[in-house]
């Protein structure tokens, strides 16, 4: 992580009914972060949202969000936040833009075109005079989303954002939850179970698993640590031999290709160059390894939620 955190917890323990939910759990977020949460059912992602938001308050450690403790600032904190959970806690007897303009005025927003501003954004303009109680799942997501960038947030917390998202909708709220990043620098923390999703937006990842962050980085860090070695799946007409090609382990997986098992990045050019001498190479592509496919190497193939 680089900058200066914007988001901090130490040591923080949280638990319920007897029922330990977060043990030891300390990361950072730096102001500007798209952050990941990972992890699988009862891991504390929720409960985590609702520290920092504070909702609720730990039963140990520390935790600071824009330098404020929620414990103690939560007022404070909330105003700096937008929050959106499966319950986006709208009101069905009302229309949509009746439901943005109460959370305006509760939340002191001083821009009278904000309500409809967002309404267009969010592709809810047709509908914004409809009781919010006839909108589909998808678009109550949308109208939830929009009610949580009200008062132009430093920092949302998502929870299952895209649930129950058509893919244009889905394609809709990540466009905008990147763009809000790039254009106003807002810090935004995802938990989703969603992995190809997370993939595509966040900067970051943490894996939570019993109660702790588990493992972190970037996409790239986290590959280089779990996966040291790199496949490269080469098409040739190279006539293959064994399950090896000059010290390199090498398999066929399908007609005319062949996938090459390097120690790293820095060995693919000398690889290319012997096939090239010895067989027509008509593409070469490395393997990716995705974000659930790290996942289950890092929770040992615990189940998602």
Do not use: W
């Not at 938001?53 to 600032?73: M, Q, T, Y």
């Not at 179970?193 to 993939?199: N, P, R, V």
């Not at 008509?282 to 393997?287: G, K, R, T």
Request: proline share 5%; hydrophobic share 40%; charged share 25%.
């Amino acid at each position: 992580m680089n900058g200066t955190p914007f988001i901090e917890l130490n040591g923080v323990q949280k638990g319920f009914d007897g029922r330990p939910v977060l043990t030891d759990l300390s990361f950072s977020v730096a102001r500007g972060e798209i952050v990941g949460f990972i992890g699988p059912n009862g891991s504390g992602k929720t409960t985590t949202i609702r520290l920092l938001n504070g909702v609720i308050a730990p039963d140990g450690g520390d935790l600071a969000v824009g330098g404020f403790d929620p414990r103690h600032d939560g007022e404070r904190v909330r105003r700096m936040s937008g929050v959106l959970t499966e319950s986006a806690g709208l009101y069905p007897h009302m229309t949509g833009r009746a439901n943005l303009q109460f959370f305006a005025d509760l939340y002191g927003v001083d821009e009278p075109g904000r309500p409809d501003e967002l309404l267009a954004e969010f592709g809810l303009a047709d509908a914004a005079d409809r009781k919010v109680g006839t909108y589909s799942t998808g678009m109550k997501k949308r109208l939830g989303l929009a009610k949580a960038m009200l008062h132009r947030p430093e920092v949302l917390f998502l929870d299952e954002p895209t649930n129950g998202l058509d893919p244009d909708g889905i394609r809709m709220v990540l466009h905008y939850i990147r763009r809000l990043n790039q254009r106003d620098g807002t810090t935004v923390v995802i938990c989703s179970h969603l992995l190809q999703q997370l993939e595509i937006v966040c900067d970051r990842f943490l894996f939570l698993m019993g109660g702790r962050v588990v493992e972190q980085g970037t996409r790239a860090e986290l590959e280089a640590r779990h996966f040291p070695t790199v496949t490269l799946e080469v098409e040739t007409d190279l006539a293959l031999a064994g399950s090896e090609y000059r010290g390199v382990r090498a398999e066929r997986v399908g007609p005319g290709r062949i996938a090459f098992t390097v120690p790293g990045r820095e060995a693919i050019p000398q690889l290319l160059r012997s096939l090239a001498q010895e067989a027509a190479v008509y593409s070469a592509a490395p393997v990716r390894r995705d974000l659930e496919t790290l996942y289950f190497k890092i929770t040992g193939g615990a189940a998602g939620e």
